[in-house]
């Protein structure tokens, strides 16, 4: 069996699949985790992460795996081409695809069966609640941390896309049984290294920019200031929420160059949906309050297309 998350996997898409790896192979199964990019290294330390096979360091062991498995189960994202390089690899399979995702517009006929709900804060929260209906004695502590990590920072440290109690009470049952959930977000938030911490400086003093009429911040980060810092994967995590704190701003959106292609992650407070615009603008989608999408072009291109279309939400960002 293989598990699969999305390229430049994130906090939860590592803590579902590594959650969800433990859960099985405690009944018995043979599970391989593969990704097709390495993650970001204050994300090392979860339990089990180092049996990850990572697609851009050993490719062949990768081909192999999902060549070989009778079933693959993907976890965190909702279209085959969001697994990146792993794409060609999963479309060759004949075996059952299994889908379990929380994000909009699912391409379902991809799938065996899916295991989707948009109303929850993450696919940890699915994963805790599959393992839940096998009861509570399931929850191992790896388990129970991983999926600690998982929602903990797909809710931006439980700011946002909290749907619910139940997601609380679940993160109750999960940090009674995890490791002391103060040494979780230090692990996840207090790991900084010095050019990380000062990437963050330079893109607020130097890079923020506000568009008043438009409630919105952006934060453009290119080739060159990227390289200034020693960027590394997950370096620019969390940027984007920072502008958001100021209380006259709506949307923020954080633009980064990124070998061929430009990346943008979207933010948005109150009902205004950054998955919308997404959607329809940057081949891109995700929740109401957090989204991403991408451009090939230019990344001055990409910054006036970004800029260009602002302006069509004016009245949204605007409304109290």
């Not at 010095?194 to 893109?203: A, D, I, Q, W």
Request: glycine share 6%.
């Amino acid at each position: 069996m293989v598990l699969a998350c999305h390229v430049n996997p994130d906090g939860d898409a590592i803590g579902s699949v590594l959650a969800m790896a433990e859960f099985l192979k405690n009944h018995g199964h043979d599970v391989k985790m593969v990704v097709a990019n390495d993650f970001p290294g204050f994300l090392h330390w979860m339990p089990g992460s180092e049996d990850f096979l990572v697609f851009e360091k050993d490719a062949e062991a990768c081909k192999t795996a999902i060549a070989e498995a009778e079933c693959i189960i993907m976890l965190d994202f909702n279209n085959l081409s969001r697994s990146g390089i792993l794409h060609n690899e999963i479309g060759k399979t004949r075996c059952p695809r299994i889908l379990v995702d929380h994000h909009r517009d699912a391409d379902l006929c991809q799938f065996y069966c899916a295991m989707t709900n948009v109303a929850v804060s993450s696919a940890s929260e699915i994963v805790a609640e599959i393992i839940l209906h096998y009861g509570k004695e399931q929850l191992t502590e790896d388990i129970c941390t991983n999926l600690l990590v998982g929602i903990m920072t797909d809710t931006g440290s439980f700011a946002h896309s909290i749907f619910h109690p139940r997601t609380f009470e679940i993160v109750s049952l999960l940090v009674e049984k995890s490791m002391p959930y103060t040494l979780v977000h230090q692990l996840v938030y207090d790991t900084m290294s010095e050019n990380r911490l000062r990437l963050l400086g330079f893109s607020i003093n130097n890079r923020m920019e506000i568009i008043e009429d438009c409630a919105t911040a952006i934060i453009a980060l290119n080739k060159s200031d990227l390289d200034k810092f020693n960027y590394q994967t997950g370096d620019t995590e969390g940027v984007v929420n920072f502008p958001l704190s100021m209380d006259k701003i709506k949307m923020s959106v954080l633009v980064t160059e990124r070998q061929d292609q430009i990346r943008f992650s979207f933010r948005s407070k109150g009902d205004f949906s950054v998955h919308e615009l997404a959607q329809k603008h940057f081949k891109g989608g995700g929740h109401t309050n957090a989204a991403g999408g991408t451009l090939t072009c230019s990344f001055d291109e990409a910054v006036a297309i970004l800029k260009s279309v602002i302006p069509e939400y004016k009245d949204l960002l605007n409304e109290k």
